[in-house]
């Protein structure tokens, strides 16, 4: 058994002045709202002030792939949560945000890192050792602390590649699910445009004429 000590690094983010937040500019700064819980990127764009525009040094600034996780529970089932920067010097993280560098990357995979921390095995662990209040927050002796049998670096890429490629694949799918949606939703709004445009021939009936609605306990299937 290996500590991840021996494995990572992790670091806080930077405590952001918030009179420099903006809704426009060029840094974007990560908060909590940039994890999905399961684990991955969320973009932020669904929120105001995003842009950071106080002076800042360009190591503060992470490169792409840099993995993060949150520090803080602001959300149940937060911690253990993880993500990759998906671009390079466009992002700075707040104070909430951990980052997280591999020690060694010739024995330690970051994909396999990635992997491991959305697992319940390193969630059930940062949980029981974060620091009792309303809110939980972990610190990097709680990750570092963590225990993991770690297989050889070739077995770490072949398990990490694989989930990525399944990961790939569920994405994949919820796009084709996500714009068949669309494509019903459009046309279901050119028929109803055609129906109120007397553009569509057809026949006037009432639900009742169409299905039985069954009610009541004896109904209830």
């Known amino acids: 058994m290996t500590k991840l000590k021996k494995v990572i690094s992790l670091t806080r983010g ?10 426009e ?3 974007i700064r990560l908060t909590l709202a940039n994890f999905f819980e399961s684990g991955g990127f969320k973009d932020s764009n669904f929120k105001r002030d995003i842009y950071y525009t106080g002076k800042i040094e360009d190591e ?12 803080t529970e602001q959300v149940k089932g937060l911690l253990g949560s993880i993500a990759t920067v998906p671009e390079g010097k466009k992002y700075i993280p707040c104070g909430d945000i ?25 969630r059930t662990q940062l949980v029981r050792g974060a620091q009792k209040s309303k809110i939980r927050h972990v610190s990097a002796d709680d990750f570092y602390n963590i225990e993991y049998d770690f297989p050889d670096i070739n077995v ?51 639900a009742k004429d169409l299905v039985d609605v069954l009610t009541g306990k004896e109904d209830a299937n």
């Open 98 to 122: 951990g980052i997280i560098k591999i020690i060694d990357s010739e024995k330690y995979y970051d994909r396999f890192i990635f992997h491991l921390f959305r697992s319940s095995y390193i």
């Open 14 to 23: 930077k405590s952001l002045d918030g009179k420099y937040y903006s809704t």
């Open 25 to 27: 500019g060029k840094i």
């Open 156 to 206: 770490q890429i072949y398990i990490a590649d694989l989930l990525d490629n399944i990961d790939n694949k569920i994405n994949i799918n919820n796009k084709i699910n996500d714009n068949l949606e669309q494509q019903m939703k459009l046309e279901y709004n050119c028929l109803m445009v055609k129906a109120q445009t007397n553009k569509v021939m057809g026949q006037e009936l009432f």
């Open 60 to 71: 503060d600034l992470l490169d792409k792939g840099t993995l993060i996780t949150p520090l």
